[in-house]
């Protein structure tokens, strides 16, 4: 399997299309899903090619990693979430849609379920979300 440089995510990274940033470093980015799952539901990517899991480097996980870390712990104070699922799918079998490496952070409160997947959000309420986050990582 080879990258593509024509996935979605390849296009925020060039700004070929919109995406709500939340944070960025020199190695990776986080920007909101627009299909959220739960609120505060953003996507950490590295800004290096690679399909997934299995062709990363260990450079470029260590580097979502850290990110995916410090947004979860943003979202927990700033969203007062009660807890973070982080998921990650490989290939199409393995549930995987876009295919440039990317972690899930879902923001969880206890006793509400994740919604279904591939429900368009909300723009405004997305867009008031990724302010609280991004005051947090300030
Ligand atoms: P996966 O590849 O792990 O199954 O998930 C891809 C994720 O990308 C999904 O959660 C989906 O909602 C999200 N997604 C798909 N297209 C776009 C897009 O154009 N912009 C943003 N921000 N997220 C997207």
Redesign the pocket.
Known sequence: MTYDDKN?FAK?LRAE?P?TRVYEDNDTLC?????P?ADGHC?VIPKTPCRNLLDASPVQLAGVMATTQKVANAAMAALEADGITV?Q?NEGPG????FHL?F?ILPRWTGVSLRP??QPGDMARIGEVADKLRAALI
């Open positions: 979605i925020i299309i995406a920007f909101m899903d627009i299909f799952r996507l998921q799918f549930g995987q849609e876009v990317h899930h997947p591939g």
